[in-house]
């Protein structure tokens, strides 16, 4: 069975710096997606990134971007420049292509940003 | 931009009744899945429907659950008997066509609180 795995229950950081929230995870499969979800106090689940595992380049969007070690079955985020409007839940989560499509999820970091 | 839409918001019940939890995907939606976030616990997969019957259930989902699309386009999930362990933020998701890949949208979730 697959399983992620997040590490930091909890982070803080200052305004515009830069933090990366670790994710490993565990599978027998070839052909996956990794995701990370931002979910603010509302509640809801926002996908903020994606990365196909048969993909070697890096996913990047704006000023989200993850090193995904395939080897390693690593995959983490990096927030560059962040913003009080970053502070969230976020979860690392995987979905396999090959069977069920479930989106399995990681117990998730509390990323707070601080002014 | 359409979007997953799930009613109601917030539903509050005494254990032991039944309750119904609505979710509208997009109208191209296929595939449709629940999911359940305990409060500060990470978030499970409960259940996937295509094709107007259940593809894949967990350990979760047991016989006080179940779903149905009865109108070919709300997609509900019923929790027969409730108990207080099933107090819950629910959230409903939908994708397109599983032969590439489609996003699975969430919806804005029920938080479903049992006294």
């Known amino acids: 069975a697959q399983t992620v795995t997040q590490s930091q229950p909890e982070m803080s950081v200052q305004e515009a710096e830069t933090v990366t929230l670790s994710c490993t995870y565990d599978t027998s499969e070839n052909n996956y997606y990794l995701f990370w979800y931002k979910q603010p106090p509302s509640r809801q689940m926002i996908l903020v990134i994606r990365?196909?595992?048969?993909?070697?380049q890096n996913a990047t969007e704006n000023r989200f971007s993850v090193n995904f070690q395939k080897a390693a079955k690593s995959f983490s985020l990096k927030i560059s420049d962040s913003q009080l409007g970053d502070t969230a839940m976020y979860f690392c989560?995987?979905?396999?292509?090959?069977?069920?499509?479930?989106?399995?999820f990681g117990k998730g970091t509390r990323l707070h940003i601080l002014p | 931009e359409p979007e997953v839409t799930q009613t109601p918001s917030h539903q509050v019940t005494q254990m032991g009744q039944e309750v119904i939890l609505r979710c509208v995907p997009i109208s191209n939606h296929l595939y449709f899945y629940w999911y359940r976030q305990i409060l500060g616990q990470k978030v499970e997969f409960l259940v996937s429907?295509?094709?107007?019957?259940?593809?894949?259930k967990s350990e979760i989902f047991d016989d006080q659950f179940s779903v149905e699309r009865p109108d070919g386009s709300n997609f509900t999930l019923k929790i027969r008997s409730t108990k207080l362990e099933d107090s819950a933020m629910y959230f409903c998701?939908?994708?397109?066509?599983?032969?590439?890949?489609?996003?699975?949208?969430f919806g804005p979730g029920t938080r479903l609180t049992v006294l």
């Open positions: 429907f295509y094709n107007n019957e259940i593809s894949e």
């Open positions: 989560a995987f979905m396999n292509l090959n069977r069920d499509d479930k989106i399995i």
């Open positions: 990365q196909e595992a048969y993909k070697q």
């Open positions: 998701a939908a994708k397109g066509d599983l032969i590439a890949y489609n996003e699975q949208f």
